[in-house]
């Protein structure tokens, strides 16, 4: 049974930074694209970060390019998001993902993946 678990969220000042994890068990690293997604109240869940082809290839939403990071650390069974010079835009459910497979054509789409974490808050002030 594949499982993630989202840590890392909490409440930070504009400009500052978190950084998230998620912790995987029960799927095998590069056997798919793993990602991050967040979602803000009354708004679509938004695919921002993901990692695939073995960790070779990484994309990343336009809205967090140059601020955020994805990585994996594969005996940790671990994925992470480093997210710097956060915005109150930024605030939102933050979620891991994972699908089945890899692939290249709209990886950023929430529909793409199979198994998803319960989310950690992330939350900026002005």
């Known amino acids: 049974q594949v499982q993630l678990v989202e840590s890392g969220g909490g409440s930070v000042q504009t400009g500052g930074s978190l950084r998230l994890l998620c912790r995987v068990s029960?799927?095998?690293?590069?056997?798919?694209?793993m990602g991050w997604f967040r979602q803000a109240p009354g708004k679509a869940r938004e695919g921002i970060a993901v990692?695939?082809?073995?960790?070779?290839?990484?994309d990343y939403a336009d809205s967090v390019k140059g601020r955020f990071t994805i990585s994996q650390d594969v005996p940790e069974n671990t994925l992470y998001l480093q997210m710097n010079s956060l915005k109150p835009d930024d605030a939102a459910m933050y979620y891991c993902?994972?699908?089945?497979?890899?692939?290249?054509?709209?990886?950023?789409?929430?529909?793409?993946?199979?198994?998803w974490g319960q989310g950690t808050q992330v939350t900026v002030s002005s």
């Open positions: 990692i695939y082809n073995g960790g070779y290839s990484t």
């Open positions: 993902a994972a699908r089945r497979g890899n692939i290249a054509l709209h990886p950023l789409a929430a529909s793409n993946y199979n198994y």
């Open positions: 029960g799927y095998t690293f590069g056997s798919g694209n």
